[in-house]
């Protein structure tokens, strides 16, 4: 398929969405969008983190270190309480218990971790709307 971008110049669908996007200051760098059960990882949980509130410097460090997590897919900090949600992927429940106890439990100012188990994910990776 080619899509003529101006008078005797043709380039394909993927070369002119490229040009678009490149002018675009939204755009966001690429990535493919993978199924987790397809590498292996069939277990997700939600997990909301109550912070203690010590230091100023308590939420740089704990989002430095919630960063460095790789099974932590997404995380959000919220208004009120909980202060963050914490999507999370692992292979299963006992990987999930030991990710929850060896680094969840251990990131810096972490008052109370409370978690959920996805039963089924319903919309996901859903485009933008126009």
């Given at each position: 398929?080619?899509?003529?971008?101006?008078?005797?110049?043709?380039?394909t669908a993927?070369?002119?969405v490229?040009?678009?996007?490149?002018?675009?200051?939204?755009?966001t760098?690429?990535?493919a969008?993978?199924?987790?059960?397809?590498?292996?990882?069939?277990f997700?949980?939600?997990?909301?983190?109550?912070?203690r509130?010590?230091?100023p410097?308590?939420?740089?460090?704990?989002?430095?270190?919630?960063?460095?997590?790789?099974?932590?897919l997404?995380?959000q900090?919220l208004?009120g309480?909980?202060?963050?949600?914490?999507r999370?992927?692992?292979?299963?429940l006992?990987?999930?218990?030991?990710?929850?106890?060896e680094?969840?439990?251990?990131?810096?100012g972490?008052?109370?971790?409370?978690s959920?188990?996805?039963?089924?994910?319903?919309?996901q990776d859903?485009?933008l709307?126009?």
């Amino acid at each position: 398929m080619t899509i003529i971008m101006a008078p005797l110049t043709r380039v394909t669908a993927r070369a002119a969405v490229g040009r678009v996007l490149s002018t675009v200051r939204a755009r966001t760098p690429y990535r493919a969008v993978v199924d987790p059960a397809a590498v292996g990882l069939n277990f997700e949980a939600v997990v909301f983190a109550t912070l203690r509130w010590e230091h100023p410097d308590t939420v740089s460090t704990f989002e430095e270190a919630v960063t460095a997590v790789p099974q932590v897919l997404q995380a959000q900090r919220l208004f009120g309480e909980p202060d963050y949600l914490l999507r999370v992927a692992t292979t299963d429940l006992a990987a999930f218990q030991q990710l929850y106890d060896e680094q969840l439990a251990r990131l810096p100012g972490v008052q109370r971790l409370t978690s959920t188990i996805v039963m089924k994910n319903v919309v996901q990776d859903r485009p933008l709307p126009e």
